[in-house]
């Protein structure tokens, strides 16, 4: 099975600045149709998950743009350029591209300082 | 507005039985795979399992292979979840997700998983 390790798995920022979480997989995600099923999810508190990004940069419809996608092959990351209130939650990693199983990332806290 | 709507849980013993439900609206769900997702009380999510749109081909995790079955009824809209032989550690909110999978050969589905998500439904095994 592939496996997902983000860090860092608690993240304190002050409002309006940047955040960063990386995600590292135990192989490579680029399928074989060319390409790389990583996806990001956000959970806010009390709250189902949410899609946020699919095959490493794209937004999901209505997610601002302040969220970024970027990376390849085994190194991704997800970057928050001005964190808001609204961002507090767990932000999970997944990835799609060597199953079943699906896996996820451990998952990484983000809060306000 | 796309919905999923999950039942069907609640408080069983251990080895005990319990179906899940998935109702789905405002989307043609014979055209997509579906999956079920869960989340421990307090840790990360985790693939339970998933089925394509057709209902031919089903996939689990390890951990439910042989105790869980995931079915769908394309006439009435609704996903399923049979648990049987339920064990302590199945203890979660199961969530359903729209699987947005594409055929690529062969037994190969790939594609850009759960772009929406229900509102979960608890399940708790404890005597």
């Known amino acids: 099975d592939v496996v997902m390790t983000q860090s860092p798995l608690s993240l304190p920022v002050a409002l309006g600045q940047p955040a960063s979480i990386s995600c590292r997989s135990s192989q490579s995600l680029v399928h074989s149709d060319g390409n790389t099923y990583l996806n990001w999810f956000q959970q806010r508190p009390g709250q189902s998950p949410r899609r946020l990004i699919y095959k490493v940069s794209n937004r999901d419809s209505g997610v601002p743009d302040r969220f970024s996608g970027s990376g390849s092959g085994t190194d991704f990351t997800l970057k928050i350029s001005r964190v808001e209130a609204e961002d507090v939650g767990v932000y999970y990693c997944?990835?799609?591209?060597?199953?079943?199983?699906?896996?996820f990332g451990q998952g990484t806290k983000v809060e306000i300082k | 507005e796309v919905q999923l709507v999950e039942s069907g849980g609640g408080l069983v013993q251990p080895g005990g039985s319990l179906r899940l439900s998935c109702a789905a609206s405002r989307f043609t769900f014979s055209n997509y795979a579906m999956s079920w997702v869960r989340q421990a009380p307090g840790k990360g999510l985790e693939w339970v399992s998933s089925?394509?749109?057709?209902?031919?081909?089903?996939y689990y995790a390890d951990s439910v292979k042989g105790r869980f079955t995931i079915s769908r009824d394309n006439s009435e809209n609704t996903l399923y979840l049979q648990m049987n032989s339920l064990r302590v550690e199945d203890t979660a909110v199961y969530y359903c997700a729209k699987d947005p999978l594409a055929f690529c050969g062969g037994d190969c589905y790939a594609g850009s998983a759960f772009d929406i998500w229900g509102q979960g439904t608890m399940v708790t095994v404890s005597s």
């Open positions: 997944m990835q799609g591209t060597h199953w079943p199983p699906r896996t």
């Open positions: 089925i394509t749109g057709s209902g031919n081909h089903t």
